[in-house]
Every structure is written in C-alpha cells, then in structure tokens.
C-alpha cells in the first residue's frame, strides 16, 4: 500500500466579502497596502480550481496543502477557504503558516484550528495540536506547525522547544513502526535557503530532530519558489530529501516561482514525484524527473 497526493501550497485564496476598515488597524494595514499593490496581482484563484481539476482527474487520494491558504487570517478568508476545500471532491491535509496566523489575535483566539480542523484530523501528542500524524497504510503524513504572529515586513516561524519535542518522539515511534514519514512544514528547513526576515529562527533544532530521528522526506512551501536540498540523518549515506514547492496561485513567468503542484505516489520503501508548472494556460508536467 502506499499513498498517492497532491501537493501545493501558498494559494492565498481571498475574500474580503463583509471586512470593516477596523480590522486594518494592526499589521493588516501594511499587509492590505501590500495585497492592493502587489501580491493581489500576482495570485489568481483560477489557478488553485484548475489544479483541484487535477487532483480529480489524476485521482489522488488526498490534497496536501503546506500552509498560506489565507492572506490576512480574517474570519471571511477562513470560511471562503473552507468552502473551496469542501468542494474539491478529494481529502485534503493542511497545516498552517505564517500568513493563516497574521495577527496576535488570530492566534490567540486559534482561528485556524478552529475553522479548518475538519482537515487535521489525526493523531496527536499529549499537549498540543502539532504534530498530527495522519496515517494511510505504510505512509504517515507528520503536520508540524511554525505559524506565529510576527512584526510588519517579517514573515518568520519558530517550530518551539515542546513541540520539537513531541516532534522527536513521533519521528521515533513511526520509525520503528516502518513506516514512511512524510514531514510537512511551511518554512524552509535548509540553512541558507529563505530571504531576509523569512527564516524558521529554529531551524537548528529542527534539523538536530531530523538528524536524529530521520526522516523519508519534509515538504514545505513559503518562498514561493521550487526547491530542493536535503537534511542530514541518522544514515550518513541516506540524507533526507527536502522539497519546496512554488505558489500554487502565483502568475508569475519567472522560472522557478511560476505557480506548480507535485504529485507524489509514496510507500515505505519509495518516493516518486512529478511536478506539474503553469505555463500560462495549463499546468504541464516536467520532464525529467525521478524518485526522491
């Protein structure tokens, strides 16, 4: 057995149906000048319906989303999201990032969690909703959290001491059940790998957890660009491999950031992925690729 998905991320779906000007009066103010000028510009909803047309035709068993799905982590973004995520027709896993937690008061009132948790439901560590782990035969999808309200022009993520701890323990047990752990994340985890003022300010500690513990492969979105590296773990001679995916919504034709999906068809003992980039009219996919 094995699992077949999607994955995609940044779709920044938006809707400001009903949204009074006193909900700009925190960081929304900078970050709605900045959707008006240029990230509204560049992301087009058709995009996201057109891979879940996709999703269905290629008949994967799940939609897997590494954070962004909103702009501003308003009530009207969450339910719009909400409703597109229903209308799919596949299963869909996501976890958040730091747009979906834009505000002190998103994250205190927990409006992520609360209003998408139809779509992390899993496993979970006593003290705390990440990690989940979704189990699907010989395949487990491990959803790790780095969402934190962050200062005007920042777009960091912190992973924290208690749940890099939890994290450990999870990795542990699933290893030593033999199954293939897929670790989603929406920040980098390569050192070196985002911009100025976009880092995970834990990414150290993370990276002793997968060095540790292992891993058969972490996906995470973010930069809005296609990536690849690797982590170090427990085997020298089998380093973890770590993918980045482009925004799914982004309209850009600058190689690399052109809005792009993976499907991967993952077990225990393989990976193999095939990356499908937007071209203008279509998401195609790559030549020339291979297993992870």
């Known amino acids: 057995m094995g699992l077949r998905f999607l994955h995609c991320s940044d779709i920044h779906l938006l809707s400001l149906r009903g949204v009074g000007p006193h909900r700009f009066l925190n960081k929304r ?23 879940c047309e996709h999703a ?12 962004d799905l909103s702009n501003l982590a308003l009530e009207q973004e969450f339910e719009h999201i909400r409703t597109k995520l229903r209308a799919i027709g596949v299963p869909v896993t996501v976890i958040p990032g730091n747009h979906d937690a834009y505000t ?17 439901a899993g496993e979970r560590s006593e003290g ?22 962050s200062l005007p022009m920042y777009a960091v993520g912190t992973v924290g001491p208690e749940q890099l701890e939890r994290l450990d323990g999870v990795l542990e047990r699933l290893g030593a059940e033999g199954l293939g752990r897929i670790v989603l994340i929406h920040h980098p985890v390569v050192p070196g790998v985002s911009k100025k003022r976009h880092d995970l300010l834990d990414i150290d500690a993370f990276g002793e957890v997968i060095a540790r513990r292992g891993a058969e492969l972490i996906l995470h979105g973010h930069e809005h660009t296609l990536l690849e590296g690797t982590l170090a773990g427990p085997d020298s001679e089998r380093p973890v ?52």
Not at 56 to 67: E, H, L, P, Q
């Open 241 to 292: 491999p770590v993918h980045g995916i482009s925004s799914g919504t982004n309209i850009s034709q600058h190689e690399g950031r052109r809005a792009a999906f993976a499907i991967y068809q993952v077990s225990a003992a393989s990976i193999e992925r095939e990356l499908h980039v937007w071209d203008g009219e279509d998401f195609r996919p790559q030549p020339g690729e291979a297993a992870a």
């Open 29 to 51: 103010l900078t970050g709605g000048v900045n959707l008006m000028l240029k990230r509204g510009k560049h992301h087009d909803e058709a995009l996201f319906d057109r891979m």
């Open 104 to 120: 002190r008061g998103s994250v205190r009132n927990r409006r992520f969690e609360q209003m998408l948790d139809e779509f992390m």
């Open 56 to 67: 269905r035709d290629r008949a994967v068993d799940r939609v897997v989303i590494t954070g």
């Open 128 to 149: 705390g909703d990440y990690p989940f782990v979704q189990r699907y035969g010989d395949v487990a999808l491990v959803g790790v959290s780095t969402a934190q309200a």
